[in-house]
T-cell receptor
Framework: AQSVTQLGSHVSVSEGALVLLRCNYSSSVPPYLFWYVQYPNQGLQLLLKYTTGATLVKGINGFEAEFKKSETSFHLTKPSAHMSDAAEYFCAVTESGGSNYKLTFGKGTLLTVNP | GAGVSQSPSNKVTEKGKDVELRCDPISGHTALYWYRQRLGQGLEFLIYFQGNSAPDKSGLPSDRFSAERTGESVSTLTIQRTQQEDSAVYLC????????????FGPGTRLTVL
């Protein structure tokens, strides 16, 4: 069974400050890891993903995440927050080599960006 | 191109009534998923369709929930005898084919059971 823990249901940062959203996972097989963003009243949009290869992955809107197997983590960062980054962020895991790629999600982190 | 679409966007119903939610996946996507997002919770997997294979129903919470998909097109999620705890946003996602990993999500249907 897989699980995802997102530390902090709500993170507040100032515009221009570093954004750090934490994600830890549990998986009995090598995982594929994803970060999705959800703006109000919209569906989920893929920010970035890790499948194989380089453990530091870059996504859209200046976000990046690093897969650390030893720490079972996949934290999301952005050097400088913009007002437009305010949204809810979800970390998700699925089994690599699986046949259905169904996702197990964390409970989400709501990011607030203050002017 | 067109993304995943879902209808209705909002549905309010009375406890005990049946509801049908619709999902139109991205054209050519063979895999389709339904997830449920309850307030303050992450998304929960409900059901998965892949082509003409038998669906993976392992996430359906009770026998009041069912879903159908004809071929690689539209899917409907049906909830019978709705309960207040069924209130949630129901999200549909599609994926291109086997051995690809990225799901594309629709905007969801917000279901409110009074």
């Amino acid at each position: 069974a897989q699980s995802v823990t997102q530390l902090g249901s709500h993170v507040s940062v100032s515009e221009g400050a570093l954004v750090l959203l934490r994600c830890n996972y549990s998986s009995s097989v090598p995982p594929y890891l994803f970060w999705y963003v959800q703006y109000p009243n919209q569906g989920l949009q893929l920010l970035l993903k890790y499948t194989t290869g380089a453990t530091l992955v870059k996504g859209i809107n200046g976000f990046e995440a690093e897969f650390k197997k030893s720490e079972t983590s996949f934290h999301l960062t952005k050097p400088s927050a913009h007002m437009s980054d305010a949204a809810e962020y979800f970390c998700a895991v699925t089994e690599s080599g699986g046949s259905n790629y169904k996702l197990t999600f964390g409970k989400g982190t709501l990011l607030t960006v203050n002017p | 191109g067109a993304g995943v679409s879902q209808s209705p966007s909002n549905k309010v119903t009375e406890k005990g009534k049946d509801v049908e939610l619709r999902c139109d996946p991205i054209s050519g996507h063979t895999a389709l998923y339904w997830y449920r997002q309850r307030l303050g919770q992450g998304l929960e997997f409900l059901i998965y369709f892949q082509g003409n294979s038998a669906p993976d129903k392992s996430g359906l919470p009770s026998d009041r929930f069912s879903a159908e998909r004809t071929g690689e097109s539209v899917s409907t999620l049906t909830i019978q005898r709705t309960q207040q705890e069924d209130s949630a946003v129901y999200l549909c996602a599609s994926r291109l084919r086997q051995r690809t990993d990225t799901q594309y999500f629709g905007p969801g249907t917000r279901l409110t059971v009074l």
